[in-house]
Structure formats: C-alpha cells, structure tokens
C-alpha cells in the first residue's frame, strides 16, 4: 500500500517531464496504459491517469487499459485521447466491434489462459451469433 502511494505522489512528475520530453521527437503517436490491477475498470472517470498526460503530450495519444465501451466513448467525446485500444476483450471476442456496434453482451476472458503457448483461449472464444 505504501509503495502504491508513493508511486502515485511521483508518477505524474516524472512521467509528465518525460512525456513532455517527448514532444520534441516528433513521433507518430503515444499510447499509454492505465494502471493496472486484475480490478481495473475504467467505469469511473476519476481512474483514468491519462487526461493528465492529455495536457502535456501534443500529439496523437491512445488509452488502453481497463476500458468498457461506455469508458472509450467518454473519453473520446471528452478529448480525453485520439484513440482507444482494447486488449482482453478483443482476446475473448473476436467480434468485438460488431457486439459494441449491436450492444451486445461480451464473452469475459479467461483469465487462466493468458500468456501461454497454444489455440486455447485465443481462437475458441464463440462468436456473437453462437451465444446470442
Ligand atoms: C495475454 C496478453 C498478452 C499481452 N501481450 C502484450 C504484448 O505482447 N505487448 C504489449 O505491449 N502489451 C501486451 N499486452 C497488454 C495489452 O496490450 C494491454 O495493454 C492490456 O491488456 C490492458 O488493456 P486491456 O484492459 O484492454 O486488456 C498483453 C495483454 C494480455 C492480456
């Protein structure tokens, strides 16, 4: 808990100084990661680190980490980033922009399968006309 707490009191300094570092390179974009935990939802504005850094990068920026379809849209409506990238749920979806197209609901990821070797988990997952 502590190093938690003070990880955050000197995140934004330092990670604010390299960002803003960064604008002189002239890259073609930044994409940050929220941080994470296995709890990490991005259903409440406030845990999003990214507006911060928003402020100070001056070029294209993307946000991954935790985002629901609802959290994207916010943050894209919000000018809070360019873009937003998804990683779990386009694991266990396949179809992931047809169910957020339609509304549907998402296959949850199975989290026992992530970083190994092999198809299970990563080609099996059923697609949106299978469950619905
Ligand atoms: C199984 C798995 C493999 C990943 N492999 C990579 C990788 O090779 N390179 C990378 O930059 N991020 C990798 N990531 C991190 C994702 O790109 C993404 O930053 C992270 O999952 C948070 O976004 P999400 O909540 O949408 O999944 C991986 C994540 C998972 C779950």
Redo the contacts with the bound molecule.
């Keep these: 808990m502590l190093t938690l707490l003070i990880s955050l009191l000197w995140m934004e300094p330092i990670y604010g100084y390299i960002i803003d570092k960064l604008n002189g390179y002239n890259l073609a974009y930044l994409h940050l ?1 929220e941080m ?1 935990s296995p709890e990490t939802r991005l259903d409440k504005p406030e845990k999003s680190t990214v507006p911060f850094y928003r402020k100070i990068f001056n070029d294209t920026l993307i946000s ?4 629901s379809l609802e959290s994207a849209t916010r943050m894209l409506e919000n000018n809070e980033a360019d873009l937003i ?5 386009f ?1 266990s979806n396949p179809d992931l922009v047809e169910r957020f197209r339609q509304g549907a609901p998402l296959n949850e990821p199975d989290k026992s399968t ?2 190994h070797g092999g198809a299970k988990g990563y080609l099996d997952y059923p697609l949106m006309e299978q469950v619905i």
Excluded: L, N, Q
């Design positions: 990661s994470m991954c980490g935790g985002h990238a998804f990683g779990k749920p694991i992530f970083y």
